[in-house]
């Protein structure tokens, strides 16, 4: 395919006011929702196989996360913005749910059904029912059939002939029980044929492909049938229209797929736990060609448990996925699956983790190249190793920090360390810049876990080679990348985990470290900011530090004197900002500037020495601190801003074991120079005005929703209000009397230390125009869109962002793109769910067939496909981005001929051409392709930006094309 052009034209937007949400993409979900982990999935090619339409992944899921597990049923459905729900709950259980698609007559259409198990729950009967999705909701498709569902599927007896598709399913009265088969006509079941035992899975094979002959309904399990010499065990029967026939296998049978590889309609693979078919011995694996069965490679010496089918990487045809509970195959390394291509076998990685019971393979990206995903469970294969199918493998966030990856400082990415809450295994450290999520699973990092409670950004050019890294401290002791032991404090520079220097000599210089910052003593002087940590430590090696300490390029040092009791809150406080006077060091809790002399509850450092009992108040101490300029660059000063907590008396018959004193918060307190006042708006009051807002300020952030914009920073306080298991944020603007819960919702779960941990305020563009977004993180296991009347399950994280949509990414190439087909895709974000529109030339673009011989597919979707491109597709386009609060329109992307050297694409060679390639060369040299942030340094379009760029540019640079 020719080159493309990036013009680099402005984005625009529509103004807003007080226009936000929370951001709902493929990253909102975690693992305590489980699509695909229980039942059974299907991809709806709703429109055919011929359609503009790009197929979906629809998928049966439950919440699953201690006693918030749910019996009931949602029904998601994968999109390019991610999981979107269809319709309401289903009451089925969930291990027997079976979607599948049935073509209808009218147009090619396929339909969605949905087959289940009801059970009642008053008396324990069980029906298995059929739904079908009219488009908005689930509606009842016939009557049900007594017993519990064990398969099911779309059967079509007569291909293009007037019998229309119908439903096929497996019942069994009781567990245990003989199954038998049903299909529904009309809205009546009637049972096919007599055979009976213990029937596990269904499957339409059709002999002959696009021959005259009708596709068969074959039923694979266990029974027994009568033969010359006896009842003998069978695995497999075909439906002949009047009775059901043996098919030979003599043994059960798990698994059944058709795979393309022989014969016209390709052969019906079968797979379980068999050695023998009427045609000779075998493997636990055997094709039937239409005459006779036959073993598929040498098999496997354990259970085929589930089959498939995946499209082949390069050419055409179909490599066969087999499943099961082997480690090896063919003497390959597969741990649970394997894919044989017709002459050899290969592995997946480390497997699923588990052993699968279904197969599915799925192309998001429909005629693009790249290996379609396989999908089995909750997980998916993407080619290189298997991942949550949830796009988020987030568990409980336990703290979280923005950074600037110092492998492209232009980008501001959000960093979380996360904790294996789930069950997943998944702990470790993963970074996401507003458009795709990199998981990064050390061995440092996958044993840190929970035990990280901050992180923060740093720069000291005498231990990190002046680049900023990303300081994780926390209740750890563990081995850093380099297998050198490091407790409670280390670095990420976005690569490797790393001790602190005195870690590797001591063991360790900071045991449970809970807070950090960095503290300037000279303000805009010459010095650099140190860096802080306080916690819960009493040394440094062999020197004595106690709760507070500083680095000093080589050493933890103590910080002035020592503070001794418990540090609840650290925050440095510039009052002035730039102006004269000096910043402060501010810590909070119960802290004793000596062993008995008495808790005070803050300590200023002014670079030189402590000052106690300062900011005196009545309670017992503070949960968090923050600072908080309320009129921006107005004449206010900046000022702490605190929660308090006090001790209200004892717990009625609280026992030894138990926390036997009972605390109450009262949430955000500003410091007005000489007393702390009520943040809510009630007066001086210190007691609490609002009862049905009591419990604790987990975090207290600063927020400027608007980055360079004339509204002011608000207020953000997070923690459990109302009741014990809601995580709420309040939201105070300078000048409004009382809070507001944050606009559209709250974060909420079942558990008792359901709570935010982390308000993290992130400017993904650096000053750009897309206001700074807040991303929340923390134990929570539900988003209650309050604007929307909807619930969304989360993984521990949670982003809010006011305004339209930016665009961060493109439009630019997909890095899928080859001959057959293009994607030109963007990146943007957004509150609230967005909508895509493309444009060619100015011209809103339709899907369907061109004149020019191309299908242009789905054009609602982030990634505009264009299938046979030809000359006819040239020329700009652009997409629009919208959501509640307005539109935003991408920069153009110009699909064509392009002279190399007109780098900046403004049809003018100039030395501007030349410095922006530099630039992005720079930034891109050995990345793959699409890469640039001013164009596209691939110039000779092997999709790696090397030297041989380079060259061709100097070239085309120099000859003025």
Same mark, same amino acid.
């Given at each position: 395919?020719?080159?493309?052009?990036?013009?680099?034209?402005?984005?625009?937007?529509?103004?807003?006011?007080?226009?936000?949400?929370?951001?709902?993409?493929?990253?909102?979900?975690?693992?305590?929702?489980?699509?695909?982990?229980?039942?059974?999935?299907?991809?709806?090619?709703?429109?055919?196989?011929?359609?503009?339409?790009?197929?979906?992944?629809?998928?049966?899921?439950?919440?699953?996360?201690?006693? $918030?597990?749910?019996?009931?049923?949602?029904?998601?459905?994968?999109?390019?913005?991610?999981?979107?729900?269809?319709?309401?709950?289903?009451?089925?259980?969930?291990?027997?749910?079976?979607?599948?698609?049935?073509?209808?007559?009218?147009?090619?259409?396929?339909?969605v !059904?949905?087959?289940?198990?009801?059970?009642?729950?008053?008396?324990?009967?069980?029906?298995?029912?059929?739904?079908?999705?009219s488009?908005?909701?689930?509606?009842?498709?016939?009557?049900g059939?007594?017993?519990?569902?064990?398969?099911?599927?779309?059967?079509?007896?007569?291909?293009?002939?007037?019998v229309?598709?119908?439903?096929?399913?497996?019942?069994?009265?009781a567990?245990?029980?003989?199954?038998?088969?049903?299909?529904?006509?009309?809205?009546?079941?009637?049972?096919?044929?007599?055979?009976?035992?213990?029937?596990?899975?269904?499957h339409?094979?059709?002999?002959?492909?696009?021959?005259?002959?009708?596709?068969?309904?074959?039923?694979?399990?266990?029974?027994?049938?009568?033969?010359?010499?006896?009842?003998?065990?069978?695995?497999?029967? /075909?439906?002949?229209?009047?009775?059901?026939?043996a098919?030979?296998?003599?043994?059960?049978?798990?698994?059944?797929?058709?795979?393309?590889?022989?014969?016209?309609?390709?052969?019906?693979?079968?797979?379980?736990d068999?050695?023998?078919?009427?045609?000779?011995?075998?493997?636990?694996?055997?094709?039937?060609?239409?005459?006779?069965?036959?073993?598929?490679?040498?098999?496997?010496?354990?259970?085929?448990?589930?089959?498939?089918?995946?499209?082949?990487?390069?050419?055409?045809?179909?490599?066969?996925?087999?499943?099961?509970?082997?480690?090896?195959?063919?003497?390959?390394?597969?741990?649970?699956?394997?894919?044989w291509?017709?002459?050899?076998?290969?592995?997946?990685?480390?497997g699923?983790?588990?052993?699968?019971?279904?197969?599915?393979?799925?192309?998001?990206?429909?005629?693009?190249?790249?290996?379609?995903?396989?999908?089995?469970?909750?997980?998916?294969?993407?080619?290189?190793?298997?991942?949550?199918?949830?796009?988020?493998?987030?568990?409980?966030?336990?703290?979280?920090?923005?950074?600037?990856?110092?492998r492209?400082?232009?980008?501001?990415?959000?960093?979380?360390?996360?904790?294996?809450?789930?069950?997943?295994?998944?702990?470790?450290?993963?970074?996401?810049?507003?458009?795709?999520?990199?998981?990064?699973?050390?061995?440092?990092?996958?044993?840190?876990?929970?035990?990280?409670?901050?992180?923060?950004?740093?720069?000291?050019?005498?231990?990190? %080679?002046?680049?900023?890294?990303?300081?994780?401290?926390?209740? !750890?002791?563990?081995?850093?990348?380099?297998?050198?032991r490091?407790?409670?404090?280390?670095?990420?520079?976005? %690569?490797?985990?790393?001790?602190?220097?005195?870690?590797?000599?001591?063991?360790?210089?900071?045991?449970?470290?809970?807070?950090?910052?960095?503290?300037?003593?000279?303000? #805009?002087?010459?010095?650099?900011?140190?860096?802080?940590?306080?916690?819960?430590?009493?040394?440094s090696?062999?020197?004595?530090?106690? #709760?507070?300490?500083?680095?000093?390029g080589?050493?933890?040092?103590?910080?002035?004197?020592?503070?001794?009791?418990?540090?609840?809150?650290?925050?440095?406080?510039d009052?002035?900002?730039?102006?004269?006077?000096?910043?402060?060091?501010?810590?909070?809790?119960?802290?004793?500037?000596?062993?008995?002399?008495?808790?005070?509850?803050?300590?200023?450092?002014?670079?030189?020495?402590?000052?106690?009992?300062?900011?005196?108040?009545? $309670?017992?101490?503070?949960?968090?601190?923050?600072?908080?300029?309320?009129?921006?660059?107005?004449?206010?000063?900046?000022?702490?801003?605190?929660?308090?907590?006090?001790?209200?008396?004892?717990?009625?018959?609280?026992?030894?074991?138990?926390?036997?004193?009972?605390? /109450?918060?009262?949430?955000?307190?500003?410091?007005?120079?000489?007393?702390?006042?009520?943040?809510w708006?009630?007066?001086?009051?210190?007691?609490? %005005?609002?009862?049905?807002r009591?419990?604790?300020?987990?975090?207290?952030?600063?927020?400027?929703?608007?980055?360079?914009?004339?509204?002011?920073?608000?207020?953000?306080?997070?923690?459990?209000?109302?009741?014990?298991?809601n995580?709420?944020?309040?939201?105070?603007?300078?000048?409004?009397?009382?809070?507001?819960?944050?606009?559209?919702?709250?974060?909420?779960?079942?558990?008792?230390?359901?709570?935010?941990?982390?308000?993290?305020?992130?400017?993904?563009?650096?000053?750009?125009?897309?206001?700074?977004?807040? /991303?929340v993180?923390?134990?929570?296991?539900?988003?209650?869109?309050?604007?929307?009347?909807?619930?969304?399950?989360?993984?521990?994280?949670?982003?809010?962002?006011?305004?339209?949509?930016?665009?961060?990414?493109?439009?630019?190439?997909?890095?899928?793109?080859?001959?057959?087909?293009?994607?030109?895709?963007?990146?943007?974000?957004?509150?609230?769910?967005?909508?895509?529109?493309w444009?060619?030339?100015?011209?809103?673009?339709?899907?369907?067939?061109? &004149?020019?011989?191309?299908?242009?597919?789905?054009t609602?979707?982030?990634?505009l496909?264009?299938?046979?491109?030809?000359?006819?597709?040239?020329?700009?386009?652009?997409?629009?981005?919208?959501?509640?609060?307005?539109?935003?329109?991408?920069?153009?992307?110009?699909?064509?001929?392009?002279?190399?050297?007109?780098?900046?694409?403004?049809?003018?060679?100039?030395?501007?051409?030349?410095?922006?390639?530099?630039?992005?060369?720079?930034?891109?040299?050995?990345?793959?392709?699409?890469?640039?942030?001013?164009?596209? &340094?691939?110039?000779?379009?092997?999709?790696?930006?090397?030297?041989?760029?380079?060259?061709?540019?100097?070239?085309?640079?120099?000859?003025?094309?």
């Amino acid at each position: 395919m020719n080159r493309v052009l990036l013009l680099m034209c402005g984005l625009s937007a529509q103004a807003h006011a007080q226009c936000g949400g929370w951001i709902h993409d493929k990253y909102t979900y975690g693992p305590n929702f489980e699509p695909g982990g229980h039942g059974r999935g299907v991809i709806w090619d709703i429109d055919g196989s011929n359609g503009a339409r790009l197929p979906r992944l629809v998928l049966p899921a439950r919440y699953n996360y201690g006693p $918030f597990s749910s019996s009931a049923v949602d029904v998601v459905m994968r999109t390019s913005s991610g999981w979107n729900f269809m319709g309401a709950r289903v009451a089925f259980e969930p291990d027997s749910v079976r979607l599948l698609t049935i073509a209808t007559l009218a147009g090619g259409q396929r339909e969605v !059904f949905i087959a289940g198990t009801r059970r009642e729950v008053s008396t324990g009967v069980k029906t298995c029912e059929v739904l079908r999705w009219s488009g908005t909701t689930w509606v009842s498709y016939g009557t049900g059939v007594s017993g519990e569902l064990v398969d099911a599927i779309g059967w079509d007896p007569d291909g293009d002939g007037p019998v229309k598709p119908r439903v096929v399913i497996i019942a069994r009265q009781a567990s245990g029980a003989a199954a038998t088969v049903h299909q529904l006509i009309g809205a009546a079941w009637h049972r096919v044929g007599t055979i009976e035992g213990d029937l596990r899975v269904l499957h339409g094979w059709d002999p002959d492909g696009n021959g005259p002959l009708a596709e068969v309904l074959v039923c694979a399990g266990s029974f027994t049938v009568d033969g010359p010499d006896g009842a003998r065990e069978e695995g497999v029967a /075909v439906w002949s229209g009047a009775a059901w026939e043996a098919m030979g296998v003599r043994g059960p049978v798990n698994a059944m797929t058709t795979w393309g590889s022989g014969g016209s309609g390709g052969l019906l693979v079968v797979g379980g736990d068999f050695t023998l078919t009427e045609d000779g011995p075998v493997s636990r694996l055997a094709a039937w060609d239409g005459a006779a069965w036959s073993g598929v490679s040498s098999g496997s010496s354990e259970r085929i448990t589930a089959l498939g089918t995946i499209p082949r990487e390069a050419g055409d045809g179909e490599d066969l996925v087999v499943g099961g509970a082997f480690s090896m195959i063919g003497g390959v390394s597969a741990p649970r699956c394997a894919i044989w291509d017709g002459a050899a076998w290969r592995g997946t990685g480390s497997g699923p983790p588990v052993v699968p019971a279904w197969l599915l393979s799925h192309d998001p990206d429909g005629p693009l190249s790249g290996a379609p995903e396989i999908l089995t469970g909750s997980w998916k294969w993407s080619g290189r190793e298997w991942h949550s199918v949830n796009d988020m493998t987030l568990a409980g966030v336990a703290t979280a920090g923005a950074w600037n990856d110092p492998r492209d400082p232009s980008r501001s990415v959000i960093t979380m360390l996360h904790a294996d809450d789930s069950g997943t295994g998944r702990t470790g450290i993963s970074t996401w810049d507003g458009v795709s999520l990199q998981e990064h699973h050390g061995t440092a990092l996958a044993e840190i876990g929970e035990g990280a409670k901050r992180m923060m950004r740093w720069r000291d050019a005498s231990d990190l %080679d002046g680049r900023e890294a990303l300081v994780v401290a926390g209740w !750890f002791d563990v081995l850093d990348d380099e297998g050198r032991r490091t407790i409670g404090i280390g670095t990420w520079d976005g %690569d490797v985990f790393r001790g602190f220097p005195d870690a590797i000599a001591d063991g360790g210089p900071l045991d449970r470290v809970t807070l950090l910052t960095t503290f300037d003593p000279d303000g #805009n002087g010459p010095s650099s900011p140190e860096l802080i940590a306080a916690g819960s430590f009493a040394r440094s090696g062999a020197e004595p530090i106690y #709760n507070i300490a500083k680095w000093d390029g080589s050493l933890w040092r103590p910080l002035g004197g020592q503070l001794h009791g418990l540090v609840f809150g650290l925050v440095s406080w510039d009052a002035d900002e730039d102006g004269p006077g000096e910043p402060l060091l501010l810590a909070s809790g119960q802290i004793e500037p000596a062993p008995g002399q008495g808790a005070t509850r803050f300590a200023l450092w002014d670079g030189a020495s402590w000052a106690y009992g300062v900011m005196s108040v009545p $309670f017992v101490g503070t949960e968090t601190l923050t600072v908080w300029d309320s009129d921006g660059v107005g004449p206010r000063a900046i000022a702490p801003v605190a929660g308090f907590f006090y001790e209200s008396g004892t717990v009625p018959g609280c026992e030894w074991w138990e926390i036997c004193q009972e605390f /109450v918060t009262i949430t955000a307190h500003i410091w007005e120079g000489a007393r702390w006042e009520s943040a809510w708006g009630f007066g001086t009051s210190w007691w609490w %005005d609002e009862p049905e807002r009591s419990g604790w300020a987990d975090v207290l952030t600063t927020w400027d929703s608007d980055g360079d914009g004339p509204e002011p920073p608000s207020l953000l306080v997070g923690g459990r209000f109302e009741t014990d298991v809601n995580s709420t944020i309040y939201r105070k603007k300078a000048g409004e009397f009382g809070v507001r819960e944050l606009w559209g919702g709250r974060l909420e779960g079942e558990q008792y230390w359901t709570h935010a941990r982390v308000i993290e305020v992130v400017d993904l563009d650096n000053s750009g125009p897309i206001p700074p977004l807040l /991303v929340v993180g923390g134990r929570f296991e539900r988003l209650v869109d309050t604007i929307r009347a909807r619930t969304f399950p989360t993984g521990g994280m949670a982003r809010y962002m006011e305004g339209p949509p930016g665009v961060l990414v493109g439009p630019r190439l997909s890095g899928a793109s080859n001959s057959d087909a293009i994607g030109i895709e963007v990146g943007a974000i957004g509150p609230g769910f967005m909508q895509y529109a493309w444009y060619r030339d100015g011209a809103v673009l339709a899907p369907g067939t061109t &004149a020019g011989g191309s299908t242009i597919h789905d054009t609602t979707r982030s990634v505009l496909i264009i299938s046979n491109p030809s000359e006819s597709d040239w020329g700009e386009y652009h997409c629009v981005v919208t959501n509640a609060c307005g539109s935003t329109v991408s920069r153009v992307f110009v699909l064509g001929p392009r002279c190399a050297a007109d780098y900046g694409g403004d049809t003018v060679v100039d030395i501007l051409d030349f410095l922006d390639f530099i630039e992005d060369f720079a930034a891109c040299q050995a990345r793959p392709f699409p890469c640039g942030m001013l164009g596209d &340094a691939d110039i000779n379009g092997d999709t790696l930006v090397d030297i041989l760029d380079f060259l061709d540019f100097m070239d085309a640079f120099a000859s003025g094309c």
